[in-house]
């Protein structure tokens, strides 16, 4: 360890311990949260650029969030990117001031913008005739510089208790990033007032803050009582949603953090919601308020227009004075034959039954038995609830259409559907590889396993598949708005899929038609690489095993998330990554129909069935019930 005497402290060379040492999930890592913060960045820089939000008290507090947003993902998340490639975690005594800085900085710049704009809505909703005087410019920029001064000092009292502190023994941070609670616990110094000073100057801000915005709602609350209109309750409601969304993730989990006592709460769950506060709600914000506001979506819209249409083509459709005509479309589904349409109904209806009752019932099973309440089983939960997301989302709309030769959706319907078809889809992906993370850890460190499954590491490992889902859920919706439907709407599928959607389309498709391919496929990829890369290593310590009962309990335990892969992987690709050109629509109606509907009632069959846990906790359920 370097150690260097500078005035009154010690300056060290500290090692970042990270979230995790095992080489695999490292990697999953590493590839999840480079995603996560090429969103942040690429969807907080869409909003800050956006010249049509320029000329509104909201969106100039918008665009200054945004700004934050990176700011603070970025004081962490790319050096903890690096030390996922990396071995000797280091980072220097400077560095680790500056880290710490920026990042409270940036988060306390965070808390004053959201209470900015809680006063903003305030003004906008209880004195609507005043707001152009009580949020004029000057007093947005007074705002500004109150968050930003506000920041500054807020990160100083952080940083000058960090370097009061003497550091003379180990050097290890357990955490991904210079955070000040793993510091103190370093320090040989007295922290007893260098511990006190940060916690009270956050703890202030926190309090002020959240003052600041729950009196400007309960404003607002007696304001909208008072409306006799039903529209008005609507739009008053609907312009607050997106930023009490904001507010209640931001607050809630830097509260957890900083406010509560260290005692309360463990390392693990300290590294867990630092997670989710610094590198998933940046990336979380831009969606918030993009997927909630008509206005940020009309404008991302239109400059979306301008740079995938042609300009006539763009004239032609703002003449019209929508993008879209078409106001429902019609599923033809799998058959127009009367009698295959009551075949297929009985079929579908009882697959259906089947998934769900087979689903729930693994869901009910893993929660009441004690003995599988182990993350191989949890996994296995959340992907039973992922299939009846997945068959709910298709197969309802589907017996309908038998029943009457024909589903009309309205678009809005058909862009929830696929919204949903791919958000559970993706879940799957990143489950599936999840659970071949757990069976590498259960086979090759079965000594380290509680540690390396942790609560905090699988609950980060189902919260990324869930958010994995949302982003590309939000890839393949934000292409499919920006389509212009002109023509047939007759959809030649038994659901909202985005290939037969691409066809009725009378715009320009051939960027949009790529984006979701390249997001899908990199997906598939991604998982795919950690999945192999798991049972390579399976592999190796299998044939290491000199007991035959020991290659047979571990064969045994793959095979099954191994016949689950296969089966979902090898359809999904079909589907989302080959070229269109290689497949016909009648192929893409087979593969769909077995991935959707057939897929989520064989995963609990498969794993109940091969599975010697779930068979003796499901015969002891059935023995209690009788």
Known sequence: MDLLMDGNHTAVTFILLGLTDDPVLRVILFMTILCIYLVTVSGNLTIIIHRTLLHHPMYLFLRNLAFADIGYSSSVTPNMLVNFLVEMKTISYLGCGIQLGSAVFFGTAECFLLAAMAYDHFVAICSPLLYSTKMSTQVCVQLLVVTYTGGFINASSFTFSFFSLLFCGPNAVNHFFCDFTP??????????????????SAGSIIVVTLFVIAVSYIYILITILKMRSTEGHHKAFSTCTSHLTAVTLFYGTTTFTYVMPKSSYSTDQNKAVSVFYMVVIPVLNPLIYSLRNKEIKGALKRELSRKIFSKEQFTEEMEVGNYTTVTDFIILGLTQ???????????????YIVTLVGNISIITLIRSCSKLHTPMYLFLSHLAFVDIGYS???????????????????????EAQLCCVVTFGTAECFLLAAMAYDRYVAICSPLLYSTR???????????ASYLGGCVNAWTFTSCLLNLSFCGPNKIDHFFCDFSPLLKLSCSDISVIEIIPSV??????????????????????????????????????????????????????????VLPKSSYSTNQNRVVSLFYTVV?????????????????????KTIIKMY
């Open 183 to 200: 510091l103190v616990k370093l320090s040989c110094s007295d922290v007893s007032i260098s511990a006190v000073v940060p916690s009270f």
């Open 392 to 414: 709910t989302s298709v197969t309802p709309v589907m017996l309908i259409g038998f029943l009457g030769h024909g589903t009309a959706l309205p678009v809005a319907g058909c």
């Open 599 to 619: 897929i989520p009632m064989l995963n609990p069959l498969i794993y109940s069935l091969r599975n010697r846990d779930v068979k003796e906790a499901l015969w």
């Open 453 to 463: 499954m942790s609560p905090g590491v699988y609950s980060l490992l189902v919260g």
């Open 337 to 351: 034959d009367p009698k295959l349409c009551v075949i297929f109904f009985v079929i579908f209806l009882g697959i």
């Open 519 to 576: 997001s899908s496929g990199s997906i598939i990829g991604v998982t795919v690489f950690v999945i192999v890369l798991s049972y390579m290593y399976i592999l190796t310590t299998v044939l290491k095993m000199r007991s035959t009962a020991g290659h047979h309990k571990a064969f045994s335990t793959c095979t099954s998330h191994l016949t689950a892969v296969t089966l979902y992987y090898g359809t999904i690709t079909f589907i989302y």
